[in-house]
């Protein structure tokens, strides 16, 4: 099977920096999206970027600018470099994989996630 170890997350004051990382393991040949949600008490877990293995990259419009995503390989890993933070930005922040394919060549079908890193942005 395939696992998702994220890092890096904690307190950061408004206007700090904070990078996070995902690393994939497991017999995998490729991944086709890895990417970060994120998700505060309450509401719906969010996309925050994503990073397609041909190079597309997506993010959400409150991060523009300011998040960076950046992708080794097509195995990943997979970081975000959270520039400018902003209290709203504080959240649990989640490693997305989606389209892996492993070893022998077969796609699993559902995606797979990482356990969730807390990101602070506080006074």
């Known amino acids: 099977q395939v696992q998702l170890v994220e890092s890096g997350g904690g307190l950061v004051q408004p206007g700090g920096s904070l990078r996070l990382s995902c690393a994939a393991s497991g017999s995998i040949f490729s991944i086709n999206v890895m990417g970060w949600y994120r998700q505060v008490p309450g509401k719906e877990r969010e996309l925050v970027a994503a990073h397609t293995r041909t190079g597309s990259i997506n993010y959400a419009d409150s991060v523009k600018g300011r998040f960076t995503i950046a992708r080794d390989d097509v195995k990943g890993p997979v970081h975000l470099m959270m520039n400018k933070l902003k209290p709203e930005d504080t959240a649990v922040y989640y490693c997305?994989?989606?389209?892996?394919?492993?070893?022998?060549?077969?796609?699993?079908?559902?995606?797979?996630w990482g356990q969730g890193t807390a990101v602070t942005v506080s006074s």
């Open positions: 997305y994989a989606a389209g892996v394919v492993n070893t022998n060549q077969y796609m699993y079908g559902n995606p797979y």
